[in-house]
């Protein structure tokens, strides 16, 4: 199972944690914009909910 980021910013941040980008799709709604597409694990849910809580707080 794949998991789609549409925020280049927590990508990045889930790339720099060691998780591997799997590919890139174009955004269906904005056309100009892209989706980073990850392996969906536990460690990666877990990394976004501590990404997403840190740039909450910021």
Same mark, same amino acid.
């Given at each position: 199972?794949?998991?789609?980021?549409? #925020?280049?910013?927590?990508?990045?941040s889930?790339?720099?944690?060691?998780?591997?980008?799997?590919? @890139?799709e174009? #955004?269906?709604k904005?056309?100009?914009?892209?989706?980073?597409?990850?392996?969906?694990?536990?460690? @990666?849910?877990?990394?976004l909910s501590?990404?997403i809580?840190?740039?909450?707080?910021?």
């Amino acid at each position: 199972m794949h998991k789609k980021i549409f #925020n280049k910013s927590i990508a990045t941040s889930l790339i720099q944690s060691g998780h591997s980008l799997i590919g @890139l799709e174009q #955004n269906r709604k904005h056309p100009n914009l892209v989706v980073f597409v990850f392996e969906n694990t536990r460690q @990666l849910d877990t990394d976004l909910s501590t990404i997403i809580k840190s740039k909450v707080e910021n």
